[in-house]
């Protein structure tokens, strides 16, 4: 990437980081603090009151197992949901500003993941604090596994980005769409725990399998990458490019619709 491209990249994440702080005086706070409060919550409703369990064999708090899923779910479907609106957002730099478009989507997805990845960090060190076993070897995987969904949703988003200038009805679809994903990806409950004829099923979300990379990095002692990483990367490289060729051939169209 040219130097003037990355200078306009930083420039145009850090506007994004502070949009979100935008007039609050305590905003930076509440990145650290809004975490911990989502996983009292959580760990509340569906450890206290809905009784959610562990997989067998494994001896650690509910909490734990949900904290280590849910931030980099929370990172991919926030950053696909933002990316996906970010050209429809800047229509009015687009029509004044000649720039590479994509750079607007890949800022919205990279402002959500710093942003999440610093509450992940504090949910994290809270929960070595209260005493959970974590895999710490194992976070340089971990690592590498937030990369390929960090690739993923950059992929995914540049397609729903430049789809939803024409198909405006698409905003208000997405959000029902990722709830129902949610809850068919393991992150509140264990595969093993559900019958084998709907277990079978998970393996057709693609999420299980980043779900279960992240869990296996830092609850289940996996140090080095084995062939579902490789299948990771190959996923998230293949959605980049298929990405980028829908908003490569939508994109110069761009202001007819706008």
């Not at 994509?102 to 060190?125: K, N, P, R």
């Not at 937030?146 to 024409?166: C, D, E, H, P």
């Not at 905003?171 to 595969?191: D, K, N, R, S």
């Not at 709907?198 to 393996?203: E, F, H, S, T």
Request: aromatic share 14%; net charge neutral.
């Amino acid at each position: 990437m040219p130097e003037h491209a990355r200078q306009l990249l930083s420039r145009l994440i850090a506007r994004e980081v502070r949009s979100r702080f935008q007039g609050s005086a305590s905003g930076w706070i509440w990145l650290i603090l809004n975490p911990l409060l989502l996983l009292a919550v959580y760990s509340f409703v569906f450890g206290v009151i809905f009784k959610a369990r562990v997989p067998p064999g494994l001896e650690m708090p509910f909490v734990a197992w949900l904290a280590v899923a849910l931030w980099p779910w929370l990172m991919f479907s926030e950053g696909v949901l933002r990316g996906a609106q970010a050209i429809r957002d800047h229509a009015a730099l687009i029509s004044k500003v000649a720039m590479p478009r994509e750079m607007l989507v890949l800022a919205s997805v990279s402002a959500v993941f710093i942003l999440h990845l610093t509450g992940y960090a504090a949910v994290i060190a809270v929960l070595a604090a209260i005493g959970v076993d974590l895999n710490w070897p194992g976070l340089p995987l971990l690592l590498l596994s937030l990369s390929t969904l960090f690739v993923l949703t950059v992929g995914l988003a540049l397609a729903l980005s430049a789809i939803q200038v024409y198909v405006r009805d698409l905003e208000q679809a997405l959000p029902t769409v990722f709830m129902f994903w949610f809850f068919l990806t393991p992150i509140l409950y264990a595969p093993s725990l559900l019958p084998d004829e709907y277990a079978a099923w998970l393996d057709w979300n693609p999420m299980t399998w980043w779900m279960t990379e992240i869990r296996s990095a830092l609850l289940y002692n996996q140090i080095l990458p084995g062939w579902p990483f490789l299948a990771l990367l190959a996923g998230s490289l293949l959605m980049l490019w298929l990405g980028r060729i829908v908003f490569s051939r939508l994109s110069p169209y761009f202001e007819d619709f706008l």
